[in-house]
């Protein structure tokens, strides 16, 4: 797939199902998410694969979180199921560290840009995959079982797999009312 193409149709699809990227096509994944914009060489990222019994993993630590909150038992069921809405999902952690010319805030975004580099590899090879936030990234209790330190984030779960249906139409937006030239 010629790049600009990739760039100007990409399209999340969140039907997923049964392969998912393995071998060179995963390293390949990975090595896009290494190359995302990273000032100062500081590598502000750490990308956690669930993938067969990983996905269980990733619901119990979910369901977990919400069972300390004694969330009622429609949320806790939604997150039984969510990590198994893909044969993989890798959470995408931003590891910060500190440095005198590069704020959190930084780091932050450099991890989110690996993690689209990652779902632009994936498209790129025949996957496809969509990118889930919320709530649960940021609670605490998710965050001590991925191992995070004081400033580190979870920027976000990156689902792949192969796409079970077609994507729908980019839409077609006017320029105009993103873009102003001083």
């Known amino acids: 797939m010629e790049a600009l193409d990739l760039l100007l149709n990409r399209r ?4 997923l199902i049964a392969p998912a990227p393995e071998g060179k096509a995963l390293e390949n994944i990975i090595r896009a998410g290494l ?38 038992e429609a949320v806790i069921e939604k997150l039984k199921k969510a990590p198994f809405r893909a044969p993989m999902v890798v959470t995408v952690i931003a590891k910060v ?6 704020p959190p805030l930084e780091q932050y975004l450099s991890a989110g840009c690996a993690a689209q580099a990652m779902q632009l590899a994936a498209c790129a090879q ?7 936030s919320g709530e649960w ?4 209790q998710v965050h001590k079982a991925f191992g995070l330190e004081a400033g580190d984030e ?4 990156l689902y792949l797999g192969t796409p079970d249906c077609s994507p729908m139409k980019v839409p077609d937006r006017d320029l105009s009312q993103f873009v ?3």
């Open 12 to 15: 999340s699809i969140a039907k």
């Open 35 to 72: 190359r995302a914009p990273d000032h100062a060489g500081l590598t502000p990222w750490k990308f956690v694969i669930s993938q067969g019994e990983g996905l269980q993993k990733l619901a119990d630590i979910l369901v977990n979180a919400a069972q300390s909150e004694s969330r009622e």
């Open 137 to 140: 990234m940021f609670h605490p």
């Open 97 to 102: 560290k500190q440095h005198e010319k590069v």
């Open 180 to 182: 102003e030239f001083m």
């Open 154 to 157: 979870i920027v976000g779960f």
């Open 126 to 132: 025949g996957f496809q995959g969509f990118w889930r």
